[in-house]
């Protein structure tokens, strides 16, 4: 077994512990204390004193393109994979990967298994099967085969609503997913959500109203992300938040006076509305292409989420006055409880040993994913196997 001690840590569990012991063994933390003592320690046991710096949990990105997503303005704009030491230097120690717009020149064998050669390489790696498209494309043919034997995949996603890139799916065909997310979710004992990527057409969320009002199928199956790319699309949301959904904001780039709000502005405004707090979460896009369309939806401009705007985004809050405790589950354990990773999102004994140090400007310092130091100080201390040094 393999020890590693961290001293003096000011941990955020999500809650604030104070500055306390934190005892990790084999990949999982193993204890919490005020003095754990190192002399217990078998001999080649890794000490590390962090003389009171904050430690959170590692981060959940719940929705990264890490195949590379794109391909909407050509071939040319097919965006490259997501490279391990990408999502480690942003502190994402868990991603759920998706496909997106293309399910042509990409399909759910290919993220399947780069989502397992992320962990192969030390990350915890999930992902969907589906893309924009209905019916969705899966693996072996049918969404719930695919949700109960393909160990990675936890629902259907990003399945496109309301936005011209769809396949325009009918109230009847997304019933149907979700009921098929639905029960392969029980069947499975996994999250069995499907994650809709909402376009900025003036539908919204209406499906999704529709299928609470008129069918039996729980809240907690529909978890639509984009939902602060319009105002107004924010405000559905917080309705079908308090009717027991799940929304996820993305931490897109938002310019001033555009008819959206930004992640932090969005995570702020639902938690002054006193929306259900443990609703909300947040993730990059990470690897996607986040294009601009006219009125005509033709492609004006086009750039690439990256993971690293989840700690830009929390470093934001933090420095509006924002109480870690208050922001951080929207990173962590509301993604973790969501998405039905009990392992996942918080800093307690028995939980994986995925955690981020911060610096005191909120700048990531250590992560540590499953027990094994993946950063430090800044820097990558384990690459991803075709990452060379000067790329990264
Ligand atoms: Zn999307």
Not at 62 to 91: I, N, Y
């Amino acid at each position: 077994m393999i020890f590693t001690l961290l001293r003096r840590a000011n941990v955020f569990s999500p809650e604030p512990l104070g500055v306390v012991d934190v005892l990790v063994a084999s990949g999982a933390i193993a204890a919490i204390g005020s003095k754990l003592d190192p002399a217990a320690l078998p001999e080649g046991a890794l000490v590390v004193d962090l003389q009171g710096a904050t430690v959170i949990p590692g981060l959940i990105d719940p929705h990264v393109h890490v195949t590379g997503g794109g391909g909407e303005a050509g071939m040319k704009t097919r965006v490259p994979s997501v490279a391990l030491t990408t999502l480690a230097k942003a502190g994402v120690t868990t991603c759920v990967g998706v496909l997106g717009t293309d399910s042509v020149s990409r399909s759910v064998e290919s993220l399947v298994a780069q989502t397992l050669g992320l962990r192969e390489e030390g990350l915890s790696a999930y992902c969907y099967t589906g893309s924009y498209e209905v019916p969705p494309p899966t693996v072996t043919g049918s969404v719930r085969k695919d949700i109960c034997f393909i160990d990675p995949v936890l629902g259907v996603g990003e399945l496109a609503i309301s936005d011209h890139r769809s396949s325009q799916p009918t109230f009847d065909e997304l019933v149907r997913i979700a009921a098929d997310c639905h029960v392969a979710g029980m069947m499975s004992n996994k999250a069995g959500v499907v994650h809709l990527h909402l376009g900025d057409g003036p539908r919204g969320l209406a499906l999704v109203r529709r299928a609470l009002d008129e069918t039996e199928l729980p809240a907690s199956v529909f978890y639509p992300t984009h939902v602060n790319r319009k105002r107004r699309l924010f405000d559905e949301a917080l309705e079908i938040a308090a009717r027991g959904c799940t929304v996820d904001v993305t931490a897109f780039p938002v310019e001033e006076g555009e008819d959206a709000f930004d992640a932090a502005d969005a995570i702020e405004r639902y938690l002054d509305r006193g929306a259900p707090r443990d609703r909300i979460t947040i993730s990059s896009d990470g690897g996607g292409c986040l294009p601009t369309f006219d009125a005509e939806g033709r492609l004006v401009k086009m750039g690439i989420g990256a993971p690293s705007s989840l700690i830009e985004t929390l470093a934001t809050l933090l420095a509006r006055g924002r109480p870690m405790h208050d922001v951080l589950p929207a990173f962590t354990a509301n993604t973790a409880r969501t998405l039905r990773l009990p392992a996942k999102g918080r800093i307690a004994p028995f939980a994986d040993a995925d955690l981020v140090v911060l610096d005191e400007t909120h700048r990531i310092r250590d992560v540590m994913a499953k027990g094994r130091f993946l950063v430090r100080d800044g820097a990558p201390v384990v690459r991803g196997t075709f990452e060379t040094t000067e790329t990264t």
